[in-house]
């Protein structure tokens, strides 16, 4: 989850979201991705966040790593005021 900085343009914004979004497909492992803003008003301590799905622990491992993770970061961080990421193991039904 994501809060952005005071002054920072919608269209700024948007940039972030299509980097993100053009993320699909350029790292081996990331099986899934899906970022948006918060649809509630009401609550704005984060206004975006993002969900990254990854093949295994050892794919995020590698990502975390990787040039296409430092690029995201370095984008994100003149314009981000917060953020809180955490890395779930989310298992499956079996």
């Known amino acids: 989850m994501y809060r952005f900085k005071e002054g920072v343009h919608d269209s700024r914004i948007d940039?972030?979201?299509?980097?993100?979004e053009g993320m699909r497909g350029q790292f081996d492992g990331l099986i899934d991705l899906k970022c948006g803003r918060d649809v509630r008003s009401d609550r704005r301590q984060y206004t975006h966040g993002f969900?990254?799905?990854f093949e295994s622990a050892?794919?995020?491992?590698?990502y975390n790593k990787a040039d296409?993770?430092?690029e995201l970061v370095q984008t994100f961080r003149d314009d981000?005021?917060?953020?809180?990421?955490?890395?779930?193991?989310?298992?499956?039904?079996?």
Not at 15 to 20: G, K, N, Q, Y
Request: charged content about 30%; glycine content about 4%; overall charge negative.
């Open 15 to 20: 940039e972030h979201l299509a980097f993100i």
């Open 80 to 94: 981000v005021e917060d953020k809180v990421v955490f890395d779930s193991d989310m298992g499956t039904d079996d």
């Open 51 to 53: 969900v990254m799905t």
């Open 58 to 62: 050892e794919t995020l491992a590698a």
């Open 68 to 70: 296409l993770h430092t």
